[in-house]
């Protein structure tokens, strides 16, 4: 049977070309890059490389730029750091955030005593920018904004350009979750008012563990991993030579082909889109995953109409046929919760049906796409 991926926001598949080089740096380039032998210098050389890749792509310093282990951890520094060594007292984020920043908010809430404040979502899963210009207006501390740029589970997208001029008017620090975003979208951070951004390898067909972080040159952290003096001094610890130069054979792989790759994985999504729509008329999309302008081109969220005594089959079903997606309904396998961010635009008849995330990459193509429709359509017209 030939199985069918789906789940790329959860995870790509590594290119075959990383994983050589991965391998070539780990028996030729063992070298401590932290050594001043030729052995170290070696390792170095394939580091700084690495950043002045990533670096230039954003048309960011080197210096701005700060390898870690992955988004998570990204994400937690800025966050924490933010706090600790940069006075700031709120912060404004949304519920639809992904947990390495919903939860790290919480965390500071509790132990930091940050005044923390949502930001309202539409029943769409879009942003209210006025709400977001009327809660900085508000704020009469050093306040920062993190509010992520393609939503993981719906692929709704920020305007990062409005939400930079507002931070910037209002004197508040902006931090995106670019996850989802990285080796899909361009930036040029000397053009916007950003001052965080972060990326996963794993999510652009490199590495997992292994990530980095864009902290805006003016901005002067303290150390996040005390130890040695590796990243300048910010994150201790001997650096993951392979995975930071798979990373960047990921990253360059990925900006080299953007354009050959978006229009690809864009087609996919439209054609699933306009067949799913002609053969399950009922189908529902979450939040604005079907309008190109407000969402992501590799992310799709739909509702089913299947009752709830039947959608517990639908996992096994899909699972038997060889097909991947991620589950986001209200009641996700293995969790009592179901989808914070769902459950926080939704409605409670959208909620009671099953939701289903497909994500899309450059390997999928358009058998895959109908294929799975037709089992989608199979499930729901049988008894
Ligand atoms: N932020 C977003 C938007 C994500 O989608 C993910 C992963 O799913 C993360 C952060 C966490 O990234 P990592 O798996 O590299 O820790």
Redo the contacts with the bound molecule.
């Keep these: 049977m030939d199985k069918i991926y789906f789940d790329n926001?959860?995870t790509t598949q590594i290119d075959l070309k990383v994983i050589e080089q991965m391998k070539s740096v780990m028996s030729d380039n063992f070298g401590n890059p932290n050594s001043t032998h030729s052995y170290g210098r070696s390792s170095r050389t394939l580091i700084e490389k690495a950043r002045k890749t990533i670096a230039n792509q954003f048309n960011a310093s080197t210096s701005e730029i700060y390898f870690t282990s992955?988004?998570?951890?990204s994400?937690n520094m800025v966050l924490i750091s933010a706090v600790r060594d940069l006075n700031v007292k709120t912060i404004i984020t949304s519920k639809v955030e992904?947990k390495?920043?919903l939860n790290v908010v919480k965390y500071l809430e509790e132990t930091e005593s940050i005044d923390l404040k949502y930001v309202n979502v539409s029943n769409d899963g879009l942003i209210d920018y006025n709400h977001l210009q009327t809660l900085l207006k508000k704020c009469s501390n050093k306040c920062l904004v993190s509010l992520?740029h393609i939503n993981?589970e719906i692929g709704s997208k920020l305007d990062l350009n409005l939400v930079g001029n507002l931070c910037k008017d209002n004197n508040a620090l902006f931090h995106s979750?670019t996850?989802?975003s990285i080796g899909k979208y361009e930036f040029d951070l000397s053009k916007l008012n950003i001052d965080f951004i972060v990326g996963?390898a794993?999510?652009f067909h490199g590495p997992k563990g292994i990530?980095f972080v864009y902290i805006n040159k003016n901005l002067k952290l303290n150390p996040f991993v005390i130890g040695g003096n590796q990243e300048r001094g910010m994150r201790a610890g001997t650096e993951s030579v392979h995975n930071i130069s798979g990373m960047e054979l990921a990253f360059i792989n990925s900006y080299t082909n953007i354009q050959e790759n978006n229009n690809h994985i864009s087609s996919l999504k439209s054609t699933f889109i306009k067949k799913i729509k002609k053969d399950i008329p009922e189908i529902k999309f979450n939040g604005s995953c079907d309008d190109d302008l407000l969402s992501s081109f590799s992310i799709l969220n739909i509702c089913l109409p299947i009752p709830k005594e039947k959608a517990v089959l639908l996992d096994f079903n899909l699972d038997m046929k060889g097909i991947a997606c991620s589950r986001g309904s209200a009641c996700q396998s293995g969790s009592i919760t179901g989808s914070h961010v769902l459950n926080s635009f939704l409605s409670d008849e959208d909620l009671n049906k099953p939701s289903l995330r497909f994500s899309f990459s450059k390997h999928n193509n358009n058998k895959e796409v109908e294929k799975v429709i037709n089992v989608l359509k199979e499930f729901i017209d049988s008894n």
């Design positions: 926001a959860a992955c988004g998570t951890e994400d992904h390495a920043v992520m993981n979750d996850v989802q996963s794993h999510k990530g």
